[in-house]
DNA sequence: AGCAGCCTTTGATTTTGATCAAGTCGCCGA
DNA sequence: TCGGCGACTTGATCAAAATCAAAGGCTGCT
């Protein structure tokens, strides 16, 4: 994991950043860019990094935790079942998306990793005791917080008023604009999550989804191979087909 | 609107509360709570009282405001359209909620009175300074943000998942629960939304709203009078027909 | 009172997506 | 290389909700 980075930082005062947070791929866009070298420090002293492979929960609905994360790499899920085992997945998180409400107290959803997963958790009280010391740590989650609502609410309208058709090209067009954390947009890519997951995202059944795929690529929007990987010819057709704008 | 408040009020200290926030509804709920009495009277100095009648627009889908609004009382809809006019509710703000989100620089979404709603406007730049000033104040409206996203959250998992049935018992549910910001459920209320608004809240048709509503009449969930006004003899009846647990 | 207009309900029919049911494909282990 | 299994696709049928169409019923106005 020792890469050397060949581009430039960003920033030039590397020297007092503790080692872990300097080859950190979260650490500008995630919460830690508001810490000093010294808090940094303070926080990589109680933050441990853990690897989560597909499928493993990262915290069940209901159950309490006393910890935060930082998405390093991956994509999680994070989802909402009722009594009778019906599932929606509410929001997707990708790098380096902070995973702060699934640790409230009582967790009111589900996280568990959709691909191998690297997450760098730390403890509430650390984080906790940070925000009440650092004056911008708070604003950086709300905004993070304001982040999540705009997507959901962005969802709700796919959810209520799309066609299977237009779900699945909005589900494509999230993963291209937000699978890879560095540049905006990918033309390809492999799908961070099965047709079971796609169709709990999108309140659809699984046939369904493979159909409007099918579909999607019968009329060259998309292109297929494997079934997991996906390249899209032109981003604003598949916009288009998704119903945006 | 000089109406004297017979029952003793919760606070001792009011001497020094402007005279419109002490006779306001919203105060210890909204934003208002973590203020001093300067600092009150400093924002109530800048701040207006609106009242909007039903249909009437506060905000548009992609116009810019310079202001949040502290909402007295009423009921605003939150809601997004697609280009070709579909429309999907995405939230539902009652008394005493902060409307922060509408604001920002340029709203994602429009805000609408569903009913007679009082509003209480304050500039963004003076609300700004405040939340630089006063430490509490980012918190509170963090939590705020946090509890809509939770909302939304839940809202996704009936949108995705929940019959037509389902929903509608939901929606009702929601309203008991929310219409009323003193007590917390109502068992009889006037319902704040037409039957197109619940459509474009539950992403249904007008028909199936009405379909559904008089299905839950004839089951004796519920019983209506009116067409606008519910009375619901068991909320726990109501919740197991909205699978809520 | 009588009428116009809107909101709501109800009915008949159609459509979309769900459900049921086989396959097919790719991958892993024997 | 061959099964076998899980993930995905495809097909046939069904059902829930949408759509199309026509009343009711309430409100406000003349």
Redesign the interface.
């Known amino acids: 994991m020792q890469i050397v980075n060949e581009h430039r930082r960003k920033d030039i005062h590397n020297s007092d950043i503790p080692t872990v947070c300097s080859a950190c791929e979260a650490r500008h866009g995630g919460v830690c860019g508001t810490l000093s070298p010294d808090q940094l420090l303070d926080l990589s002293r109680h933050s441990t990094r853990r690897s989560i492979e597909p499928g493993r929960e990262v915290i069940g609905q209901g159950e309490t935790t006393d910890s935060y994360a930082n998405i390093i790499s991956g994509v999680v899920k994070?989802s909402?079942v009722?009594?009778?085992g019906?599932?929606?997945i509410?929001?997707l998180q990708f790098a380096p998306d902070f995973m702060g409400?699934p640790f409230t107290r009582e967790s009111?959803?589900t996280a568990e990793a959709a691909v191998d997963t690297d997450i760098c958790c730390f403890p509430r009280t650390v984080l906790d005791r940070l925000v009440a010391e650092v004056p911008g740590l708070?604003?950086r989650?709300?905004e993070q917080?304001?982040k999540?609502?705009?997507e959901?609410?962005?969802?709700?309208?796919t959810?209520?008023?799309?066609t299977a058709q237009e779900k699945v090209a909005s589900f494509l067009y999230i993963i291209a604009t937000h699978i890879d954390p560095e540049k905006g947009t990918a033309n390809e890519f492999d799908l961070p999550l099965s047709r079971a997951d796609i169709a709990d995202y999108?309140?659809l059944t699984i046939e369904t989804v493979s159909r409007q795929i099918t579909k999607l690529r019968k009329e060259n929007v998309i292109r297929i191979e494997n079934s997991r990987h996906v390249s899209v010819p032109s981003l604003d057709r598949l916009m288009h087909v998704a119903?945006i704008?």
Chains 1, 2 share one sequence.
């Open positions: 994070l909402k009722l009594a009778d019906r599932q929606q509410v929001g409400r009111a959803l708070e604003h989650l709300h917080a304001l999540e609502l705009d959901a609410r962005d969802w709700m309208l959810l209520g008023r799309k999108l309140g119903g704008d």
